[in-house]
């Protein structure tokens, strides 16, 4: 099994002692203190595996919602004022603690998220490895001096944080999509207040907010709102304070945030990660024991629940009966049920309504004249492998993002159809191809309108010096390396007339 961020040193094990778990997940993290939400109402937070109550949360209502918004606010300016080395330092310091709580956070994400220990161990990978990279950006904002035909001045761009950033988690890979917003916008002098989704509020926020807090992160400057979306969803995006919504999740939710940004009372910026259709082709040149491989790994991990995650496999008619057959052989040998045990592969999806809508979605492909070789009824919300052949680009199960272990395998006949057909959906976040032919398979990602290719290897890959990003429905922006320094900080033109200018009246 290769791992998603291939360049991550092993965690070190030379950790002497491991720290006591944290505990008190209850309520909301405000100006640096732990506290009930005012809502009056408790969240039931549970395991998706074992239906066990993980925590309860007494929930956030919009007062709460205001008082995190006015702490970052309070916080930013002396927040931004801070030393580089100083914000390095914290980075620096939350990574020793993800090490020394690499068990834990692990098994928060199993017990939270319904992670198989191998997805949850490729996300404290990712957690890490963006968090390194944060941990650099205090050193990387620069300004500039600008050529002026302006006699007697000077002019220079600034580069500076935003001020307060919105952030609003997914449950999928929670601990990393919070952060790769959270750390980020920290290290680069904004101040936070994240919104996890009801689903994981420990890994999509509480959890961040304890490490930076042993870090030692001075209050106000990360603060975590759990609450209704139903109620304090529209306040969290409308609210005057935040500069900018940093979003991942679906597409419509994702328009929902743009149109909110829009007509709120202070104009804000976006920055949109949503949903995707992932193609995984398979050229007839390709390497097919490798390609089978790359689109397994591309489809299963998590159960499918990513957003790269392959939701199309199309492959070339001249191999395609054997790639359908070897496929499915290897899905056969996928270990479904407990995500604790170390070589389980599909865990529980996370909540039955999710479940019911991908069931519909095979049900109806099914009805649609898609093959089923593989396949079996949930068991509790784990779903046993799906796999499809004989399937066309609008069968639901292609269409929609079924975000589940599902399978559909297209035929085309040439390279200009697999195009063609991995082109057709209003998404485009990641894509892969293979082909022994790199040169090929370049032309071929040249031609995807999607935010991300990979040329011979699975459509799921992050790393946190690329930009990570969709087009069309899939979203706005990239995260990632310079680009995300960009996307949270803005740039100011300050001049200076050294000499008097001479004004016509
Ligand atoms: P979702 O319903 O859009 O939820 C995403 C987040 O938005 C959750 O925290 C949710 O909170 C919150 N939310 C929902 N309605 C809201 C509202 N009216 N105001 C404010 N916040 C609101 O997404 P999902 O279906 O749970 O997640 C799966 C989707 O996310 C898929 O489409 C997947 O492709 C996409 N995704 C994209 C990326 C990427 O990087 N492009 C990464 C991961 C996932 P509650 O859960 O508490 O309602
Ligand atoms: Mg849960």
């Known amino acids: 099994m290769t791992t998603l961020v291939a ?9 002497s002692s491991v720290p006591p778990r944290y505990s008190g997940f209850n309520g909301q993290y405000i100006n640096g203190s732990w506290r009930p939400g005012h809502r009056g109402r408790t969240l039931k937070d549970t395991d998706p595996f074992t239906g066990e109550t993980v925590t309860e949360i007494a929930m956030a209502d919009q007062s709460d919602l205001d008082e995190a918004y006015q702490s970052a606010e309070k916080t930013q300016p002396a927040w931004r004022d801070t030393l580089p080395a100083e914000r390095a330092a914290i980075m620096l310091r939350s990574l020793e603690i993800m090490d020394a709580r690499h068990e834990e956070i692990l098994d928060w994400l199993i017990r939270e998220s319904g992670s198989t220990r191998i997805k949850a161990e490729v996300e404290w990978q990712m957690l890490f490895a963006i968090t390194r990279e944060a941990a650099s950006f205090p050193y990387r904002v620069t300004g500039r001096i600008l050529p002026i035909d302006e006699p007697g001045k000077e002019s220079r761009a600034y580069r500076q944080p935003i001020g307060v950033i919105g952030v609003i988690s997914p449950w999928n890979f929670p601990i990393y999509l919070a952060h790769r917003s959270v750390g980020p916008a920290i290290a680069l002098g904004n101040t936070v207040v994240v919104k996890p989704s009801q689903e994981t509020p420990i890994t999509g926020g509480l959890l961040i907010a304890k490490i ?18 139903s109620e304090i969803g529209d306040a969290f995006i409308q609210h005057p304070i935040p500069a900018l ?33 992932t193609p995984c082709v398979v050229l007839d040149d390709a390497d097919l024991i490798y390609a089978v491989k790359a689109a397994v790994y ?47 592969v599909i865990g529980p999806i996370i909540n039955s309504k999710q479940l019911t809508n991908m069931m519909k979605h095979v049900n109806d492909s099914r009805a649609g004249g898609a093959r089923q070789l593989l396949g079996g009824n949930p068991n509790g919300l784990v779903l046993p492998p799906q796999v499809f052949a004989d399937v066309t680009n609008d069968m639901p199960i292609a269409r929609f993002e079924t975000f589940g272990p599902i399978a559909p395998i297209i035929k085309v006949n040439g390279e200009a159809e697999a195009l063609h057909v991995a082109n057709d959906t209003p998404f485009g976040l990641s894509s892969s191809v293979c082909t022994r032919d790199e040169a090929r398979g370049l032309r071929f990602a040249l031609g995807v309108r999607a935010g991300m290719t990979h040329v011979n290897d699975s459509s799921v890959d992050d790393t946190p010096t690329a930009p990570f990003g969709g087009e069309k429905n899939s979203g706005i922006g990239r995260f990632g390396g310079e680009w995300i320094l960009e996307e949270f900080t ?14 016509p009246f």
């Not at 807090?213 to 979306?229: D, Y």
């Not at 999740?249 to 949903?275: C, N």
Request: net charge negative.
């Open 7 to 15: 360049t991550m040193p092993p965690k070190s094990e030379t950790t």
């Open 212 to 229: 930076y807090e042993e870090a030692g992160l001075p209050p106000g400057v990360l603060n975590v709102i759990v609450g209704s979306s």
């Open 245 to 277: 919504i940093s979003f991942t999740g679906s597409t419509d939710v994702g328009r929902h945030v743009m149109q909110l940004a829009a007509t709120s009372p202070m104009l804000k910026r976006v920055a949109l990660e949503l949903g995707g259709n």
């Open 298 to 344: 591309g489809r299963f991990l998590h159960q499918g629940e990513i957003c790269m995650s392959t939701n199309r496999i199309i492959v070339d008619a001249t191999l395609y009966d054997e790639f359908v057959d070897r496929y499915t052989a290897h899905v056969k040998t996928l270990k479904a049920g407990n995500p604790q045990d170390p070589d389980t």
């Open 490 to 503: 803005t740039p100011h033109w300050i001049t200076v007339q050294h000499t008097p200018r001479q004004y």
